[in-house]
């Protein structure tokens, strides 16, 4: 069966990772997105290698290793809409759309008439999506917004590294950039809600607006919780957490683990592995909450008989009692992981430089209409005369034309794609 938003035509006017990430996950689902971009250079995140991918001869390509991360499934046309020719290809494939996302500065595309207000009077039934680093509105909306700006500014890393006075503390971005990955998956879910709502009898589309510092402040979740009702910012706590205790990471005799115990039952199997029976006797331990108020007591004695045994033997003792752990793995370790085999999690798609290049699943996983993997981050203008073919008419003269002028680019062959 089709996707479920093979329905769906998607107008991508977005580069990086917040807007790809956002409009990668429709395509997922079924959707046919349209990529515009520039030609020449397109998607700014095609150049932010090395590592680039490889062509059949172990060259690098001009595919770095970044947008292949982000745009599965989607159609390149190359086409620039800072020309009036380019504007109204533009226009005319919004014509025919049902989405329209953007992440660039606030107003920045009303100029090339291709902002909200202008789209939505030639189409009223375009749900258009704005995704910017601090919104619409506000002191802060002609600001630029980027990831590592926006953990710091939104309170993510006032909670993140090891702790003020241990060595090593201080404040610590995440490993991937989360405020854009969660605003991407933000932007999806107002998307689809406003297409269900236009769906469902409005007749009309809307503008949505997402900003990564919104995403990031909302995504603060239970700290955000913890501040409100104690009036207490929390502080880092580096891998421990912030309200169970001992839910952290542990050195064992050969390496390290984390230790997640998540109510006093898994507690007191704990200890019975732990051969610390005594700690569910004792009053200022046997409930989390005296745990948590005593974790300075607590955790240097667990952590001294977790160093006495090796990463396996506590592995396998603690799921043998139902006790939450795991080890922590470098990616090769992941996709070697029987688990993610068995889910399937590593895809390779054919690709036309290098005859394939792996891709990474998408986590849904649906009965009936299964996610498919069939077109491989696209090339700089691989599906320009495709598109403006069956979408807008032109012709191969009228195509020729625009490419003569430098309007639109298609992708050449993959002896022009390959990288000095």
């Given at each position: 069966?089709?996707?479920?938003?093979?329905?769906?035509?998607?107008?991508?006017?977005?580069?990086?990772?917040?807007?790809?990430?956002?409009?990668?996950?429709?395509?997922?689902?079924?959707?046919?997105?349209?990529?515009?971009?520039?030609?020449?250079?397109?998607?700014?995140?095609?150049?932010?290698?090395?590592?680039?991918?490889?062509?059949?001869?172990?060259?690098?390509?001009?595919?770095?290793?970044?947008?292949l991360s982000c745009n599965r499934?989607?159609?390149?046309?190359?086409?620039?809409?800072?020309?009036?020719?380019?504007?109204?290809?533009?226009?005319?494939?919004?014509?025919?759309?049902?989405?329209?996302?953007?992440?660039?500065?606030?107003?920045?595309?009303?100029?090339?008439?291709?902002?909200?207000?202008?789209?939505?009077?030639?189409?009223?039934?375009?749900?258009?999506?704005?995704?910017?680093?601090?919104?619409?509105?506000?002191?802060?909306?002609?600001?630029?917004?980027?990831?590592?700006?926006?953990?710091?500014?939104?309170?993510?890393?006032?909670?993140?590294?090891?702790?003020?006075?241990?060595?090593?503390?201080?404040?610590?971005?995440?490993?991937?950039?989360?405020?854009?990955?969660?605003?991407?998956?933000?932007?999806?879910?107002?998307?689809?809600?406003?297409?269900?709502?236009?769906?469902?009898?409005?007749?009309?589309?809307?503008?949505?607006?997402?900003?990564?510092?919104?995403?990031?402040?909302?995504?603060?979740?239970?700290?955000?919780?913890?501040?409100?009702?104690?009036?207490?910012?929390?502080?880092?706590?580096?891998?421990?957490?912030?309200?169970?205790?001992?839910?952290?990471?542990?050195?064992?005799?050969?390496?390290?683990?984390?230790?997640?115990?998540?109510?006093?039952?898994?507690?007191?199997?704990?200890?019975?592995v732990a051969g610390k029976p005594?700690?569910?006797?004792?009053?200022?331990?046997?409930?989390?909450?005296?745990?948590?108020?005593?974790?300075?007591?607590?955790?240097?004695?667990?952590?001294?008989?977790?160093?006495?045994?090796?990463?396996?033997?506590?592995?396998?003792?603690?799921?043998?009692?139902?006790?939450?752990?795991?080890?922590?793995?470098?990616?090769?370790?992941?996709?070697?992981?029987?688990?993610?085999?068995?889910?399937?999690?590593?895809?390779?798609?054919?690709?036309?430089?290098?005859?394939?290049?792996?891709?990474?699943?998408?986590?849904?996983?649906?009965?009936?209409?299964p996610v498919e993997y069939a077109?491989?981050?696209?090339?700089?203008?691989?599906?320009?005369?495709?598109?403006?073919?069956?979408?807008?008419?032109?012709?191969?003269?009228?195509?020729?034309?625009?490419?003569?002028?430098?309007?639109?680019?298609?992708?050449?062959?993959?002896?022009?794609?390959?990288?000095?």
């Open positions: 069966m089709p996707g479920p938003l093979s329905h769906l035509t998607v107008l991508d006017l977005s580069r990086v990772l917040a807007g790809p990430w956002c409009t990668q996950l429709l395509a997922d689902l079924g959707a046919e997105v349209i990529k515009i971009e520039k030609p020449g250079t397109g998607d700014d995140t095609r150049s932010w290698g090395p590592p680039f991918l490889k062509d059949r001869e172990g060259r690098d390509t001009a595919e770095a290793a970044y947008y499934g989607k159609k390149s046309v190359a086409v620039d809409f800072t020309r009036p020719e380019g504007r109204e290809i533009v226009r005319g494939l919004a014509r025919g759309a049902d989405v329209a996302v953007e992440n660039f500065k606030v107003g920045g595309l009303a100029k090339y008439g291709l902002d909200y207000a202008s789209l939505a009077a030639i189409n009223p039934r375009l749900v258009y999506c704005s995704i910017t680093g601090f919104g619409q509105t506000g002191p802060y909306a002609d600001r630029a917004g980027y990831d590592f700006i926006i953990q710091a500014m939104g309170g993510f890393m006032s909670v993140t590294g090891e702790r003020d006075d241990l060595p090593g503390g201080g404040p610590q971005k995440a490993g991937v950039a989360i405020s854009d990955l969660m605003t991407g998956m933000y932007a999806a879910s107002a998307i689809l809600a406003a297409v269900a709502q236009r769906d469902a009898g409005a007749g009309k589309g809307q503008h949505i607006d997402v900003a990564l510092f919104d995403t990031q402040v909302a995504m603060m979740a239970v700290m955000n919780m913890n501040y409100l009702v104690s009036g207490v910012p929390p502080e880092r706590a580096g891998n421990a957490h912030q309200n169970i205790v001992p839910y952290q990471v542990f050195a064992c005799a050969d390496g390290h683990l984390i230790l997640a115990v998540g109510n006093d039952g898994q507690f007191a199997r704990f200890c019975e005594e700690w569910v006797r004792d009053p200022r331990y046997a409930l989390n909450a005296e745990r948590v108020k005593r974790r300075d007591e607590l955790v240097p004695r667990i952590a001294a008989v977790m160093r006495t045994r090796t990463q396996r033997d506590w592995l396998a003792a603690l799921e043998a009692v139902g006790v939450p752990c795991g080890p922590i793995n470098r990616l090769d370790q992941v996709f070697a992981d029987p688990q993610v085999q068995a889910r399937a999690m590593l895809r390779d798609l054919p690709h036309p430089l290098s005859g394939s290049v792996p891709q990474v699943a998408n986590p849904l996983r649906f009965s009936a209409t077109q491989a981050p696209p090339l700089l203008g691989e599906h320009t005369r495709a598109v403006l073919r069956n979408r807008l008419g032109l012709d191969d003269a009228a195509l020729a034309e625009l490419a003569a002028r430098g309007v639109i680019q298609w992708a050449q062959g993959a002896g022009q794609r390959l990288r000095s």
